[in-house]
């Protein structure tokens, strides 16, 4: 079934650009397993936020959603992970240098929050996965009516 030749996203914003990603947390490092197409990197900045880097420059973030999956399948035992909430802000466009080329990027920095108690950053551990998947505009062109 995941083979499947689906079919193309349509919707009524002109120039929909939909970039799914994961990667694997490092406590308070950079990420590590980065996956995803469009995605340039994925840096750790401080406690609980991180920088994702996509190749290119969109016109707006429209949607940005997220799950914080703890541990890994098997081999750790359940964390309660109902309280993470993970936001996003608004996105920058900005050139960043990339093995020693300039790479035109949309930033979006991410906010990893324990809400459980008191709400506080914290990191994603180096068993805990975050899967994304942000929707863009890419273009300032404004829908007709269909025909």
């Known amino acids: 079934m995941a083979s499947r030749n689906y079919?193309?996203?349509?919707?009524?914003?002109?120039?929909?650009?939909i970039i799914d990603g994961?990667?694997?947390g490092n406590a308070g490092a950079s990420p590590t397993s980065t996956?995803?197409?469009?995605?340039?990197?994925i840096t750790?900045?401080?406690?609980?936020?991180y920088r994702i880097n996509f190749t290119g420059r969109f016109e707006r973030l429209l949607s940005f959603s997220a799950c914080v999956m703890p541990g890994t399948t098997g081999t750790t035992t359940p964390v309660d992970a109902s309280g993470r909430v993970v936001n996003a802000l608004q996105p920058l466009n900005t050139t960043v240098t990339v093995n020693g080329r300039s790479v035109q990027v949309t930033q979006v920095e991410v906010f990893v929050?324990?809400?459980?108690?008191a709400p506080l950053l914290i990191n994603l551990a180096a068993t805990d996965q975050m899967t994304?998947?942000?929707?863009?505009?890419n273009s300032k062109a404004r829908p007709r009516a269909g025909r």
């Open 132 to 137: 994304f998947q942000a929707t863009f505009q």
């Open 7 to 17: 079919a193309p996203i349509r919707a009524l914003a002109r120039g929909q650009v």
């Open 22 to 24: 994961s990667f694997i």
């Open 44 to 49: 750790w900045v401080a406690t609980g936020r």
């Open 113 to 117: 929050t324990e809400n459980d108690a």
């Open 35 to 41: 996956r995803g197409n469009g995605i340039t990197s």
